[in-house]
Nanobody, 116 residues
Framework: QVQLVESGGGLVQPGGSLRLSCVAS????????MGWYRQSPGQERELVAT??????NYVDSVKGRFTISRDNAKNTVYLQMNSLKLEDTAVYYC???????????WGQGTQVTVSS
């Protein structure tokens, strides 16, 4: 089992920055990939960024603005969000995928609101 807790969301003006954190606990050694998803009011949940031990990937709309990273000593994954736009407004969810069973685990989500 894996437990995920997100934090760092809030209200920010267009062009501003925000950093999200996701702390993992439980069977951490079984995780082979983690990522961030988001869901805006009128949209389906979409994959924003992923990270493994060797690679990172991003959806086209956030490339050059968002950076996903990890700190293994703290069991934490981050999403640094710069140059925020109105369309980035969403609930952001942390996700983890474990080996063998391919089970997905989800955090509770953290609200990001970009508004002038």
């Amino acid at each position: 089992q894996v437990q995920l807790v997100e934090s760092g969301g809030g209200l920010v003006q267009p062009g501003g920055s925000l950093r999200l954190s996701c702390v993992a606990s439980g069977s951490i050694s079984s995780i082979y990939a983690m990522g961030w998803y988001r869901q805006s009011p009128g949209q389906e949940r979409e994959l924003v960024a992923t990270i493994t031990t060797s690679t990172t990937n991003y959806v086209d709309s956030v490339k050059g603005r968002f950076t996903i990273s990890r700190d293994n000593a703290k069991n934490t994954v981050y999403l640094q969000m710069n140059s925020l736009k109105l369309e980035d407004t969403a609930v952001y969810y942390c996700n983890a995928v474990v080996r063998t069973t391919r089970q997905n685990y989800w955090g509770q989500g953290t609200q990001v609101t970009v508004s002038s």
